[in-house]
């Protein structure tokens, strides 16, 4: 049972281009948590999605982020001309349904996102 | 003031050392998490707590809910214990669904 994926490991991007990061959570599991960890800073929330929903986007930027999970295929995190303050590392975190004090959530390796 | 309060910020110690890293929370919690980061950036669960005590191998967890308070314990500390170790709750009645993180204590063991 593979785990997490993310892909990809690293993305580098120039200023204003667009970056696509993707991940596919373990099988079986339908809910997807997406985080990001700034330089020196800890973990932030983004976003949580189940298939074809957006449960919470709280903690996602008001512009220029978005994020979907369809019913095939992996979670996408995009981000639309990217600024030198998108740099950070963006996890992906799933987990099974969720029971009434929550799940683990399985992490995966993270996206390292650099922007020129 | 941080909803999640992690101590020490940084510990050193020595290889076999008893090693407590501190969690403290100021919000209703449904479960409490603690993470493993090591150095290349992965992230591992270790455990998820809503009370009691938790063991799995050298590390133990431990909740107080009414002291809002968790802490983790290494036995037997190893260099490849080193890593930074994170604290998260799930918030009870509103705000995110995701979790809420401390900033991590940075654990280095040496041999």
């Known amino acids: 049972n593979a785990g997490v994926m993310q892909n990809p490991r690293h993305l580098v991007r120039r200023r204003g281009q667009e970056a696509r990061l993707r991940c596919s959570p373990m099988k079986g599991h339908s809910h997807v948590y997406w985080y990001r960890q700034l330089p020196e800073e800890g973990l932030k929330f983004m976003v949580y999605?189940?298939?074809?929903?957006?449960?919470?986007e709280s903690g996602m930027p008001k512009e220029r982020f978005s994020a979907e999970f369809p019913k095939e295929g992996p979670s996408i995190l995009r981000i639309q001309q990217v600024v030198r303050g998108d740099s950070a590392a963006y996890f992906c975190?799933?987990?099974?349904?969720?029971?009434?004090?929550?799940?683990?959530?399985?992490f995966g390796a993270g996206t390292r996102l650099s922007v020129l | 003031k941080n909803e999640v309060e992690q101590s020490p910020q940084n510990l050193t110690a020595q290889e076999g050392e008893f090693i407590t890293i501190n969690c403290s929370y100021s919000?209703?919690?449904?479960?409490l998490h603690w993470l493993q980061q090591h150095p290349g950036g992965g992230i591992v669960s270790l455990f998820m707590?809503?009370?009691g005590k938790k063991k799995h191998g050298r590390l133990i967890a431990t909740i107080n809910i009414q002291e809002k308070h968790s802490s983790l314990h290494i036995t037997a500390s190893h260099p490849r214990d080193s890593a930074v170790y994170i604290c998260a709750v799930r918030l009870v009645g509103g705000g995110a669904d995701g979790l809420t993180f401390g900033k991590g204590t940075h654990l280095i063991i040496q041999p």
């Open positions: 975190a799933s987990s099974p349904p969720i029971a009434a004090g929550g799940n683990i959530q399985y």
């Open positions: 999605l189940q298939k074809e929903n957006i449960i919470d």
């Open positions: 919000v209703g919690i449904s479960a």
């Open positions: 707590l809503s009370s």
